[in-house]
């Protein structure tokens, strides 16, 4: 028997066995079919009103559509090995009802078919990717609302700089999976356009109304140009793009977190069940999970970046090329629904040490304290930044910490600084004196809790 | 004179000279001046409220700061050796007012004041990259509207595949740019917020108004965790994101032009204002603008990528790994400003060559047209499309256009193919059989002409 | 039954579901396993030389070992859910010889283990890939060979430039792979070093005599330090790169046969076993082999821009992110080796179209041949080009071709280029002034096809 | 006065603002200018032998040329506007030597000049790289010889694995820039090439000696096809991928030192010479250098994609697209020259903390010493891991260290427990244990030391 094809009737000679091999898709697109039946359903209601169905073929098809669904749910296209996942829903499509299956594709190309399948299945994978966005900030939350009390030093260029709190570390993490809701929100109302019926390049050659289509695709917003929707895969780009920098913040977290689950922090403890061993050391327990997800964003980057290179120079309009978007997405929305849910559970489990975090708080953190007491004082900000400086080297060159610096050396700096060294208070009085909003103090980080306990418990907008 | 530094008196060494030559930034963001200077009368206000600073210091500040700003218009700091822009702004203000100068950073530090300065820059730059995309989306529909009328082979996978007119792929070109746009809008929003009075992480020891801060900046909204906002740079990643698929629209449009531009296709001519010679070879006028804008989009991936590997693996908080997202920004936005301006000249003189576009015209380019016809004859499309393959087999190894196949032999393939043929008409015909919305026909095109004539005259939304 | 793991006996918690997900990597890994067995047996043979094995163990494993394979190769593994393929060797071993497999892995660890793998794999990778260059270089020769006397436009930037011969661009296509295969010798020669031995991190606790592995695996050095070689991924980075500029060279080759293959270039025709049709229409006979050619470049782009991203800061030492540099370099091999194959049968049986070719060679192309001759009378090169360039634009302005420019005219530009136009001569004429080693001639070009077939017969160095 | 142009005698249009800004690459290629005189004057030694020039011009051009490149050694190109720094030089040199000046250029293109002038810097740059990577592995050779007897942990996956030496990890981070000295010299030796002569894309209308230009170049080959030399850049990329690597190499180095600088770690003591501080926090000692030498990695990266994504899909031949190229080659030269000085002062002056380093090693590292000896009396190696896993999971929920576990209950899971533990020894023994070549041992490191010293001290082979 021959093999089924939408192609072919002016070639003499059938494709090459390594032409076959590096053109099929269905190895990579075979998961579009539930999208590639809906938009079927939806051109064999439109050509149907368009007058080239009656209602027999129409309920004929689309039935045959269904039946095809249902076949492909239970495996029956798992070792096809057609062209493309278009090829196999029309064999099956004609295996189902037979010749009338050629006419489903009438006045509809691939071209117009995979986008409008694509677009459908990135929608699906946005929700996907949001919902698991939301359970990692949600996790986030959570770990920072029994964290408000737990000092700890904030750090940056890996030194520590001022104290903080577990709650604001946690934060710092969830706002951004924030912005990325949005991104997603934004590219899942940018893409949620309808092509269907422009046919190759031109439009369809039977005049189908549009948009019914669309709205029974459940699509916003109809593609305006045919060369152009046929052709454009900035959608792609854009939610590989969002996907990366989804990526980039988990990878941020995973990184710090890796840090922190050291032995020489000791500031936070994984759970086992987020943890490997080593095939050779006995005692290893091994922070996969924080790793892995750090890795990951390479691997969305690379799928980026080719995807943007992929595009380069392209007319408008359809080029084979464009096929590698599929393999590229498709890597980068996996990769993150693998990710999402193993760092998210090792948060939930994640159990913060604060007797090592406070530990880790020392005097000179309180530098800046002093410096804008001296302010308080007069002193001029550059004037007092220097003084403690001055002090810190003092300490630094006597070895002692900065609070048990002498005070007749300390007052040979600034007359001030035995008192103000004196009144410094407690890890938390220092905190607090960062007031300003969104800062480190108790009132800032409760209502960052409450206004992220919204973001992430609210549907995308 | 010792060198002024922000910093310093915790030190007993100066850094070294590779260091320093390492280490420094002005070179890079000495552009920020104007707002670092803006944020700084900003942070001046609202210390004085915070009761830091008195009037008087107020005044001399605010106005010191206002002639740092005249000196460094008139090139004053174009020399300037300072570790950074905002060192070079401190420096030159206590060359105005004194040790005063002191009290501006009260409160502040490095870290919330360049990401605050960066996001004001990048406002400024989404406003000049988005009116030359209406400029360039209002030359591509201007070369529309004159090409309503002329006919021209439409592509795909580089092949002739059905007629389409000049116009419609002029306006292919445009509708990406109308998405550009509202992807730019997109990204302004979401980086409109102000980080000022977070200071180095974990909020400012001065009790300053942030809301009062963002609204004299022109910013919508406050950043709401310090940690995050300092070390934060998706808002630079989204940015170059934006112009890597604004470039990459650009590449794909001077793309087409440059295949348009060869003697071979001789489509367009361009103007020679923007074609330059050979060195050696004393006939030839080559089309730089269309090569040159197809590469940048290249240069832009690559700041994209470095962008995203730069923030992979980072913790919260600042680093000082961030310092290279200026120039990798930087660049992109020059690389952009560059670009448009001289496409978009290109284009507004480009002749298009009507008679050269329909000589390219061929008739097996009507195939679709004849499966159309066999399907409203009830052939189903599938057969109908096999049929039509045949034929032009035929008439290739006939070595005859599809049209000028004898009767008796197209009508052994299917008896009304002669009368088929016969009836195709012309190439406008055949492009208006193409009817839905979004396709190559007249009426669809007018509209999108006046859609994006409206999109290109508006502000960005 | 419990899963078999290499590690576990320190932990209380088995692995959560979503871990074990995201940390497996046999779905990735699996391939490994005839180079898994390789090196299993060299250190079985290691440790017995160490005496941790009798003669009978060493006999009982080495021969398990064979087992394993015999199972391996006849489909034992392929749908086996172990950690990673070292795992299932050793579950697999396990089963072969019962207990005394848990001798197998004394003083060895994964982290030198599959580094070892690796490196043997890419030894074949690599030799599998540089007998696809030759192939396709000698495809490319053999094209030139019956092109030698085939005159055609020589084009920069798109435009007509000089003649050449067809022969002359098909080995511009050549010269690059034959560098390439260099390339590949050298990260060959670079990477066949011996990890084995070097354990975790440190070394093993086994005095095995690691030349003896390394003489065994047929590599040629030792690994210096443990630490450098259980991380170190540079050649894994190398050969994405190798495989990098070798798919850019074949997306060079591809992108300017695209554009020969056009209707409006005509100048080859490539054989229907390597075009695919169109869905919708029905005439079409599109250049799939090309387009695919020509973007696989993008995907291994993203693959080496991942991997680089991924090492970035790692320290030195295993870390988990490495594991990602499979399924990075896996994608680029297997994208090589499926496209070369494909573009070298396409350049088998694709036929130049001579006459088409001819066709497009226009006088301006002489342009150089007359300032040249301009010189020899004496003028000054830059002179010659400016006047010849007048004398082009003359013809320009009257439409004439140069050389039917009226000699009155021309002779007011230059008193010789009515005589020098009338001995111009013939496209081969032209050509044979272009001299040069290395240029357009025939000598050249001979002399290229007898180094290439040379380069292309000769295994790699 | 007219601008100097190296073409437009057949153009009637000066070029428009616009391009001129976008075309000019002056202020990128100026930086060739020795190179573009070196190539210059072997051109007019090449075209006075083949008798263009008596040997009064060839004086006086070459003459002329040298007092171009004195002119330009003083400044006097610095703000020349020219359209790139070909035509700079000759317009000089008609300001040196009149019209003669025209004949510099018979025969020759810009696009066979600009690939040997750029070949030539790249060898330059390559020996410069050279020097500094020697600079830097002496720099950890020197640090390694004197820790040779400094204990620390050694870390996989972040976690304290075996004990190792402050000796063993520097060598770690000098072997892998062995490695990138080999990758340059391989890479300087495809790059020796001498396309001069090959002129736009045909070859050259003067009958050159090639060889000879090439030896006066110091070039050890001749490229043998003038569309392939004209157009080719995989020596380019392939310079970009190898400072790419070198980048990561020294991301690598500086990550793990970023770490070890932590106080948590305290392992590292910085120089303050290669620190800087903060603006508002007074204590802070930041180890800029790491942070910034790590970040380089990632902008390399974006000019080594950028690169090859440049080059997709373009023809054989010259393409304006490539001019690109220098952009990218010189921003990863002059960021790698930057880096590399500065990365190797810290390492010259930093100090190791031998008594951190030594308090941060824990008795679980010895678990695979007892796993050893386990196996050492008849245990499989996988039992003995399982049974120390056993142990180090009952220590831990004891609270005891390792070796402090009670002798009773330790017995329990293996009765030779105590012994074992009981003649554990010092972290040296342990180390010597792992006595393999490349392993951690003294007399390994020793070996190492001489070899990188050795491998230092040579020139590139």
């Known amino acids: 028997m021959e093999r089924h094809q939408l192609w072919g009737g002016r070639f003499q000679v059938a494709p090459n066995a390594a032409l076959v091999e590096l053109n099929e898709s269905l190895s990579v697109d075979f998961r579009l079919w539930p999208y590639d039946i809906r938009s079927a359903k939806a051109w064999v209601a439109a050509i149907a009103q368009a007058g080239v169905l009656d209602a027999a073929e129409e309920s004929r098809l689309s039935k045959g559509l269904d039946r095809v669904a249902t076949r492909l749910e239970r495996g029956d296209g798992d070792n096809a090995t057609d062209e493309d996942v278009h090829t196999l829903v029309e064999r099956l499509l004609y295996e189902e009802v037979g010749d009338v299956a050629g006419k489903l594709n009438t006045g509809r190309s691939r071209n117009d078919q995979v986008t409008t399948d694509l677009r459908l299945w990135c929608l699906d994978a946005i929700a996907a990717v949001d919902s698991e966005l939301q359970a990692l900030g949600n996790a986030l939350v959570s770990q920072a609302s029994s964290g408000v009390d737990t000092v700890m030093p904030g750090y940056t260029h890996g030194q520590r700089a001022q104290p903080v709190t577990w709650a604001y570390v946690m934060l710092a993490h969830a706002w951004p999976l924030a912005r990325d809701r949005g991104r997603l929100a934004d590219a899942a ?41 046929t052709g454009a895969r900035d959608f792609v780009a854009e939610l590989l793009f969002v996907l990366g920098i989804v990526a980039t913040h988990v990878s941020r977290l995973a990184g710090e977190l890796f840090t922190y689950a050291s032995a020489e922090y000791g500031f936070v403890r994984l759970s086992e069940a987020y943890c490997t061993g080593s095939s050779l050391l006995p005692q290893k327990r091994n922070p996969d999970v924080l790793e892995l997800a750090r890795a990951k964003a390479s691997r969305i980057l690379g799928d980026l970046a080719g ?14 090329d464009l096929q590698e978007d599929k393999s590229l997405l498709f890597d980068a929305v996996d990769t993150t629904l693998l990710t999402l849910p193993a760092i998210r559970g090792a948060i939930e489990e994640m159990k913060p040490v604060a007797d090592r975090m406070e530990m880790a708080l020392d005097h000179t953190m309180l530098a800046t304290d002093l410096a804008d007491q001296l ?9 007092a930044h220097g003084l403690v400086g001055n ?9 002692v910490p900065l609070t048990d610096i002498p005070a007749e050396t300390a007052s040979t700096i600034h007359p001030e600084f035995p008192t103000l060294i004196g009144s410094l208070g407690t890890w938390r009085d220092s905190i607090e004196r960062r007031s300003t909003m969104g800062g480190a103090s108790k009132q800032s980080v409760e209502r960052q809790i409450e206004l992220l306990t919204q973001q992430f418990a609210a549907d995308p907008t």
């Open 189 to 229: 109302d940018r893409l949620a356009e309808s092509p269907l019926g422009l046919a190759a390049l031109a439009g369809s050659g039977i005049a189908v109304d549009r948009e019914q289509i669309a709205r029974e695709l459940g699509l916003k917003r109809l593609s305006q140009n045919g060369l152009d929707a």
């Open 307 to 320: 995807m943007l290179s992929l595009e380069r120079g392209l007319p408008a309009g359809y080029n084979k």
């Open 375 to 383: 302010v308080a004082g007069g002193v001029t900000f550059r004037e």
């Open 391 to 399: 002090l810190v080297r003092v300490a630094e060159s006597l070895s």
